[in-house]
Nanobody
């Protein structure tokens, strides 16, 4: 059974950092693209970052470039999203997802986690 479990969310002040984890079970990350998405109240779910399975290439939406870093540890079957210099507009539920093609479009992903809340506030 394919399962993705996010963790690491929480409340942080503006300018702070968080590291999100996405632990996979039921399949290996070696053959999957993993993406991070977020959804703020009343807004569409948007792609934040993804990492390729083939060569580890990474992709970011413009609003997080230079602040967020995605990485993967295939031995632990886990993908991370390091988030630095957080802003109030980063507040959202963050989801990880597994797919076959590097993309920041949610329709290209087949499996989703339940999400973890990130709140950036003073």
């Amino acid at each position: 059974q394919v399962q993705l479990v996010e963790s690491g969310g929480g409340l942080v002040q503006p300018g702070g950092s968080l590291r999100l984890s996405c632990a996979a079970s039921g399949f290996t990350l070696d053959y999957s693209v993993i993406g991070w998405f977020r959804q703020a109240p009343g807004q569409e779910r948007e792609g934040v970052s993804c990492i390729s399975s083939s060569d580890g290439s990474t992709y970011y939406t413009n609003s997080v470039k230079g602040r967020f870093t995605i990485s993967r540890d295939n031995a632990k079957n886990t993908v991370y999203l390091q988030m630095n210099s957080l802003k109030p507009e980063d507040t959202a539920i963050y989801y990880c997802a597994a797919g076959q093609y590097p993309s920041l479009t949610k329709l290209t992903y087949d499996y989703w986690g339940q999400g973890t809340q990130v709140t950036v506030s003073s």
